[in-house]
């Protein structure tokens, strides 16, 4: 029974890499002609994505580092795992931003030419340091005695944590530093992020254990739990924050943003909010978490559809932000598909997904496969 | 001749007083010294080519009268012919707006370019310092040598003034017209060549530098104001002793018209302080 589920997820993923491996083709070979995003709406799905993975990977890095940092012996067990999860989303992320840029050959720019008054030049260089960082957890973690590697692990831990806020709360501030989008230009967006990494990669890391972790006895439950605990709090907390970004300005009534949450909450995508986020990002994971912390089938459901539908947060963040109008009348003045604040992804742009998404599968399975990802049942129980 | 002549005595002189090996040594001093004193203009000279000198010679601007303009959107295609851009890539489009409603409806518009601000939002956020102010005229510019394309400016500019260029091409791009360079950047990257810049890169108003001559003088105005029947277009050095020469239309003093008429800059509340003054 087993086998044939095992079966059937590969030929899933072999027909998810299919696709993806076309729509990489038609990057190489169109370009950016098949994608939707224009010059009204420069940044699409891709920057979604990347925003939406490198979450991913700071929010697991940060549960993990926390752990060896505070020495919660329990999430100790998820320790590798996290490092895992954290250094395979990151290399999503990164090969999501790759397809978006106009001229990928370029990319070494970032090193060689820095503008430091840009968040986007801090937030390269930072992410660097933390992808290094990572290499070096993960050498020590999988090839050092564990004696040894526990201590070095918490050093490094600790400059870890730092450099992971530093760096995703950078990935807020290239948002707000933005004055001209009056959407994005909050202080709370690097908060945001940060609160948003964690529930995202928190619920991530549940599900993987709900559903990978081999031992199925009392110490997967404990752990399950935790964890359950944890991403039913970072949601909670994560929708407080939101409720405060989204009343205030709506409440007042005149800040120029509004028109940007208009567009979120009542806009053409609407149900994006309320169906994806609201609803199946938030409040089925809220009942599922809370009615069944240590049922790892329910809160492992609960943990992936919090993860998956966070989806609909990043996008929310990056699309509503450049449809509000910069300056009325400016889409009409040239009638050009490229020229209008209507965006929906191409195909292509889905299939380019689709190629980072099973790419992350295929380094997960390998990883699985060849490296002690999980804890024992006894370092659980510890 | 005669300073030649001049130099040949005083070598002569110097030759039977001091003999020749001191001449020499006196020579290699000289010219040390005539290199040290002019080493800070050829510094200057140096940092003028690289952009960073603090001296200004020009500071290129629009005076733009919306009284005089019909709304012909003529700047719009003379700056798309002058600078062969591709669709979706309009450096100067007409924004026009219908306000009120019947009966009491008004219509307005204005020409766009871009504003060559001041204090550009845009130039900060690129993360490989590919677009930039250029000390010496103002000029706001993207080096599509180095752009790599991640639109981060294209979101931080308040006025909606770049394009990506997504290598897209009229169908005359076929023809013969697609064999013509075109002139921006003084054809630098003229030719249109898939995956090769400028596609793949922002791209904006340049104020049409191409028609500088050596010195920074305009030999002709930019299109869009060189093509405006009705004169609304006044393009000039707002920093020139003159009090704002006006390149387009002689006779007319740019800063006169900002002290006689009403103008005024758009979303001055950002404190970009853009080049572009509208008058009212």
């Given at each position: 029974m087993k086998s044939r589920y095992g079966l059937m997820g590969w030929v899933l993923w072999g027909a998810l890499l299919t696709l993806g491996l076309v729509g990489v083709w038609q990057r190489f070979t169109y370009g950016h002609h098949l994608a939707n995003y224009g010059s009204f709406i420069p940044w699409g799905l891709w920057v979604?994505?990347?925003?939406?993975?490198v979450g991913l990977s700071a929010g697991a890095f940060l549960l993990s580092s926390l752990a060896y940092i505070f020495k919660v012996k329990a999430l100790e067990a998820i320790g590798r795992l996290a490092l895992v999860v954290a250094t395979i989303t990151l290399f999503m992320a990164l090969l999501s931003i790759w397809f978006d840029i106009g001229h990928m050959e370029r990319f070494w720019y970032v090193f060689t030419r820095p503008n430091f008054y840009s968040m986007m030049a801090w937030m390269i260089w930072m992410y660097t340091a933390y992808f290094l960082l990572l290499l070096a957890e993960l050498g020590i973690a999988f090839w050092v005695a564990p004696a040894k590697g526990e201590r070095w692990l918490r050093v490094l831990g600790v400059l870890g944590v730092p450099l992971a806020i530093a760096f995703h709360g950078g990935v807020g501030a290239l948002f707000a530093v933005v004055g001209a989008r009056s959407y994005w230009h909050s202080a709370l967006f690097p908060i945001l992020f940060l609160t948003g990494a964690l529930t995202s990669g928190t619920a991530f890391l549940l599900a993987v254990v709900a559903r990978f972790w081999p031992d199925c006895g009392e110490g997967r439950r404990q752990l399950v739990r935790l964890l359950s605990q944890i991403t039913l709090g970072m949601i909670l907390l994560d929708l407080l924050l939101e409720w405060s970004e989204i009343s205030v300005p709506l409440w007042g009534n005149v800040a120029p943003h509004v028109e940007g949450l208009h567009i979120m909450l009542f806009g053409p995508f609407w149900w994006v909010f309320w169906i994806g986020h609201l609803l199946l990002g938030s409040l089925v994971p809220i009942y599922l978490l809370a009615r069944h912390p240590d049922n790892p089938k329910w809160a492992g459901l609960g943990g992936a559809l919090a993860a998956i539908f966070f989806m609909t947060v990043r996008l929310n963040i990056v699309i509503p932000g450049q449809?509000?109008?910069?300056?009325?009348?400016?889409?009409?003045?040239?009638?050009?598909?490229?020229?209008?604040?209507?965006?929906?992804?191409?195909?292509?742009?889905?299939?380019v997904l689709a190629f980072v998404v099973a790419v992350g599968i295929l380094m997960f399975a390998v990883a699985k496969r060849r490296l002690a990802l999980f804890g024992s049942a006894s370092e659980v129980k510890r | 001749?005669?300073?030649?002549?001049?130099?040949?005595?005083?070598?002569?002189?110097?030759?039977?007083?001091?003999?020749?090996?001191?001449f020499l040594k006196?020579?290699?001093?000289?010219?040390?010294?005539?290199?040290?004193?002019?080493?800070?203009?050829?510094?200057?000279?140096?940092?003028?080519?690289?952009?960073?000198?603090?001296?200004?010679?020009?500071?290129?601007?629009?005076?733009?009268?919306?009284?005089?303009?019909?709304?012909?959107?003529?700047?719009?295609?003379?700056?798309?012919?002058?600078?062969?851009?591709?669709?979706?890539?309009?450096?100067?489009?007409?924004?026009?707006?219908?306000?009120?409603?019947?009966?009491?409806?008004?219509?307005?518009?204005?020409?766009k370019p871009c504003?060559?601000?001041?204090?550009?939002?845009?130039?900060?956020?690129?993360?490989?310092?590919?677009?930039y102010k250029r000390e010496k005229d103002g000029i706001v510019i993207v080096d599509y040598d180095a752009c790599i394309g991640c639109r981060y400016c294209i979101t931080a500019c308040p006025y909606g003034a770049r394009y990506f260029d997504f290598g897209e091409n009229y169908p005359a791009q076929q023809t013969e017209y697609g064999r013509v360079p075109s002139p921006e950047f003084h054809g630098a990257h003229g030719l249109r060549r898939e995956g090769k810049s400028p596609v793949g890169n922002v791209r904006k108003c340049t104020f049409c530098l191409h028609l500088q001559d050596e010195n920074g003088n305009y030999t002709r105005p930019p299109a869009c104001s060189e093509t405006c029947m009705s004169k609304a277009i006044h393009f000039g050095d707002l920093a020139s002793q003159a009090g704002g020469l006006c390149v387009t239309?002689?006779?007319?003093?740019?800063?006169?018209?900002?002290?006689?008429?009403?103008?005024?800059?758009?979303?001055e509340e950002l404190g970009t302080e853009p080049m572009v003054y509208y008058l009212l």
């Open positions: 979604a994505a990347y925003i939406y993975f449809v509000a109008s910069i300056l009325p009348g400016l889409e009409g003045a040239i009638q050009h598909p490229r020229l209008t604040t209507f965006y929906v992804p191409s195909a292509h742009e889905w299939l | 001749m005669e300073k030649l002549e001049r130099q040949e005595t005083l070598e002569n002189v110097i030759d039977r007083q001091l003999g020749k090996r001191s006196l020579a290699g001093l000289g010219i040390f010294t005539a290199a040290v004193a002019s080493l800070p203009s050829i510094l200057s000279e140096a940092s003028e080519e690289t952009g960073t000198n603090t001296k200004r010679k020009f500071r290129y601007g629009m005076v733009i009268d919306l009284k005089r303009c019909v709304n012909c959107k003529a700047c719009t295609v003379a700056c798309k012919l002058e600078n062969k851009t591709p669709p979706g890539v309009v450096y100067n489009p007409v924004i026009e707006e219908e306000i009120g409603e019947f009966p009491y409806v008004q219509r307005r518009w204005f020409p504003f060559h601000c001041d204090n550009p939002p845009c130039t900060k956020v690129c993360p490989v310092t590919a677009t239309h002689e006779g007319c003093n740019l800063k006169q018209l900002l002290v006689e008429r009403k103008w005024i800059r758009l979303k």
